[in-house]
């Protein structure tokens, strides 16, 4: 551990806590509906866009009715997506003549996108075509992370309105969310990335031979354009396989410290947009406050796990930091500030090996996301997905002190707290009931790499990582088995992982999201009582202690005895396996 | 609903083309017009062949007047891009480290005399992230430094010097280490051998 590694964790969050009032505000601006200075350039492109979505006169939605636009969208996305993948042989931009992936991987591949997880069982280099890549991966890292954004302010809506059901029109908020938010900054992030190192081209791979004489394929293609929303919508799938490793991908130190800032820009800013919208701004505050503690403490404790070799290597007499699957323009310190980042968010973009990470150091991106994603999370589905466990920790202290529980002036009654209570536990059953069947089934046995406890390991990591929409992974855990054939033949995927993690993307992306709306349509219109004496506040630091405490007690009932059989096991004993 | 399908449908056409296409084939135009180098992937040319890219590691294994790479798990090959993703107590990692460690005390001790395995740096005995790490720690060139000067007939401080104007990071290293491109140097080995 260094002093320079510390200051960069400082560095960050003193940058992030800068940018995200500016940004928040001018997200707050975007979907209120003022005008913003890029309206200028692109005013006309947005009116006709929503003119031909929403019509002329875009009609305000209720929660039911935007909620069926949202499943509507997503719903011919994912088709459009399969469709891509599978046809993926007939289609043009294909320089390295790749066969179509196999029906159960364009399954899991398109739940993947949609759900905005970006879990890879693919190889982006060595199973898809520039043109699924291009029309494929980026345009549904955008929509997944519209969507999100989208949904994410119709909820704020909710939590604000006084009178009114409407939380807003969604198409009108996708458009929006697109042309003057995820376009812009895509916009001047891809040709940063560009001028770091990444590559950007169309043309096919090119064959080299070596200083030393050896054979070397560079593997090439749009790289940078569709690396830069992966960042900022939260998605994360990686252009490669290796994702932000690959020197392509994320070629510097200065490149990954703007990436990690991408990572978070957006749903950090949602909280000061979301305070904006409900009139007060210090309950955004509050919720950053607490995102940024969670974050700063798994930062901490990652930082120093890794920065000492590992059972495996103490074992064979090497010292020094734990640098197997690390680059070495990260080292640690970026590699472990970067894990916790995307993990932390729903991102996924890791540029490093987390299956080669100590026993304790890989127990931290995986309690990142136990919290429910949470932390930051993904854009749109972390404030919602944190507004859920608000609403928990003020039942909680009202149960503690008698009251009946008010969030924001409003009652919370016993439908808004059944709804918290299923759309917190689903995503915590699904994980733990897909990692025991996969665990317990022949099947499902296939696609685990490591020997030992590593082996589970890597089976929690992947369902809790596609449950929770991050999609990162102990990458040793496979769904696709594919030979180094020309053009993918005889490739073929793993049904069971294929499918399971593919449903358990889509529902736990969908089920939580339309709880959440259903929260706010039950909050909206509900009339607003003034604070007196015996109301407790949420925009204190004593709320954000309970917050804090609720989403840990939460995340450690459900996921404690899990983590022992893994990672715990690893961090606790020297031994091999 | 029915509307609202007919909204979503449209929605994935337009996006696909705007995002799909027109977004990232604007980009690359943009990015090869500006950055030619860089977005083609940053070859590297001597004597105008090919040679390779900067930012993608090569295999000098066997070649002891190179510098050597960091260990691959993937035969440093982009196209196969992997890490071992061998986990922490693996005893199959615990082996190959092993079996690097004691290779490379056994390599590089043979010039920098009293070399030992606790201060050999873990980036030359554990494999990268990527599999095509084009780089390595400072420690781990100033040691390969005295091997690569024997072999090449250069004074020790010759070849210190270039790993030092070789060196690239960030101020103080802030955002990551100083490290030392393995082929820039090695190319820079070679030209000033010729006189």
Same mark, same amino acid.
């Given at each position: ?227 830069? @929303? ?133 127990? @931290? ?14 854009? !749109? ?14 039942? @909680? ?27 917190? @536990? ?107 004496? !015996? ?43 | ?195």
């Amino acid at each position: 551990m260094t002093d320079s590694g510390w200051l960069q964790i400082a560095v960050l969050i003193a940058v992030l806590t800068g940018i995200t009032p500016l940004l928040g505000g001018y997200i707050h601006r975007v979907f209120s509906g003022e005008r913003v200075l890029l309206a200028r350039a692109f005013g006309p492109v947005e009116r006709r866009l929503t003119r031909l979505l929403a019509g002329s006169e875009p009609a305000g939605q209720d929660w039911r009715s935007y909620a069926g636009s949202v499943l509507a969208f997503s719903a011919l996305c994912w088709l459009a997506l399969f469709v891509i993948l599978r046809a993926q042989a007939i289609e043009p931009l294909n320089p390295q003549g790749f066969g179509a992936p196999p029906w159960n991987l364009s399954f899991n591949t398109a739940s993947s996108l949609i759900s905005n997880t970006g879990w890879q069982f693919y190889g982006g280099e060595s199973t898809l075509s520039n043109f699924s890549q291009m029309t494929g991966i980026t345009v549904h890292a955008f929509l997944s992370g519209a969507v999100g954004l989208a949904v994410a302010i119709a909820i704020a809506r909710g939590f604000a309105n006084r009178s009114s059901a409407e939380l807003g029109n969604f198409w009108v908020d996708l458009v929006r969310a697109l042309i003057y938010v995820l376009v812009p900054l895509a916009v001047v992030g891809s040709l940063f990335l560009v001028a770091e190192g990444s590559v950007q081209t169309l043309a096919a791979n090119v064959q080299l031979s070596t200083l030393a004489g050896a054979r070397q394929t560079l593997a090439l293609g749009p790289v940078a354009s569709q690396k830069v @929303i992966t960042l900022l919508s939260s998605t994360g799938a990686g252009f490669y396989g290796v994702n932000s490793a690959m020197p392509y991908e994320d070629p510097t130190g200065f490149s990954n410290f703007v990436g990690v800032l991408m990572v978070l820009a957006i749903p950090a800013a949602l909280t000061s947009t979301y305070g904006r919208i409900v009139g007060n701004r210090r309950q955004g505050w509050t919720l950053y406050a607490v995102m940024v503690v969670m974050l700063l403490g798994a930062a901490a404790v990652a930082y120093s796990a890794e920065a000492h070799p590992s059972p495996a290597m103490r074992a064979a007499g090497a010292h020094g930091l734990n640098m197997e699957g690390k680059e070495q323009r990260f080292a640690v310190a970026d590699s472990t500030l970067t894990t916790v980042a995307v993990t932390a968010t729903g991102n996924g973009a890791t540029n490093a090996a987390l299956d080669s990470f100590t026993g304790l150091g890989g127990s @931290i991106p995986m309690a990142d996301m136990m919290t429910g994603e949470v932390i930051f999370g993904s854009v !749109g589905s972390g404030l919602f997905g944190m507004l859920l466990m608000v609403l928990l920790a003020v039942f @909680i202290a009202g149960l503690m002190v008698g009251r009946t529980p008010e969030y924001l002036g409003k009652k919370i009654e016993a439908r808004e707290i059944k709804l918290v209570t299923i759309g917190v @536990i689903a995503v915590p059953l699904i994980v733990l009931f897909m990692t025991a069947w996969a665990i317990s089934a022949r099947y499902g046995l296939r696609s685990i790499f490591n020997a030992g406890p590593q082996g589970f390991s890597e089976t929690l990591y992947a369902y809790t990582s596609q449950a929770n929409n991050n999609g990162s992974a102990f990458a040793g855990y496979i769904g696709f088995v594919q030979p180094h054939a020309p053009g993918n033949a005889g490739s073929s995927g793993i049904t069971f992982a294929d499918l399971a993690g593919g449903s358990a993307m889509l529902v736990g992306r969908f089920f939580p999201m339309f709880v959440a709306l259903a929260v706010a349509g039950s909050l909206s219109g509900k009339r607003t009582i003034a604070a007196g004496a !015996g109301t407790m506040r949420t925009d204190t630091v004593i709320f954000a202690v309970l917050l804090l405490a609720t989403i840990s007690i939460v995340a450690l009932l459900t996921f404690v005895p899990s983590l022992m059989l893994g990672p715990v096991v690893q961090a606790l004993t020297g031994r091999l396996f | 609903m029915l509307r609202q399908l007919r909204s979503a449908a449209i929605a994935v056409v337009v996006f696909t083309v705007l995002l799909g296409l027109a977004y990232p084939l604007a980009i690359t135009g943009v990015a090869q017009l500006f950055w030619r180098h860089e977005a083609n992937g940053s070859r590297v040319y001597r004597g105008g062949r090919l040679v390779g890219s900067l930012l993608m590691g090569q295999d000098f294994a066997g070649e002891s007047r190179y510098f050597q790479s960091r260990p691959s798990a993937s035969g440093y090959e982009p196209t196969l891009a992997a890490a071992s993703n061998l986990g922490p107590n693996s005893a199959q990692l615990s082996h190959e480290i092993r079996t690097r460690l004691s290779a490379f005390v056994r390599g590089e001790g043979v010039y920098d005399r009293g070399l030992t395995a606790p201060s050999v740096p873990p980036d030359a005995v554990t494999a990268s992230g990527s599999g095509v790490d084009p780089d390595i720690s400072v420690a781990d060139a100033r040691i390969q430094a005295h091997r690569v000067a024997a072999v090449r007939h250069l004074a020790l401080d010759t070849v210190l010097n270039l790993i030092a104007s070789h060196t690239y990071g960030s101020p103080g290293g802030l955002f990551g280490p100083g490290s030392v491109n393995v082929l820039a140097l090695n190319l820079a080995l070679d030209a000033e051998r010729a006189p």
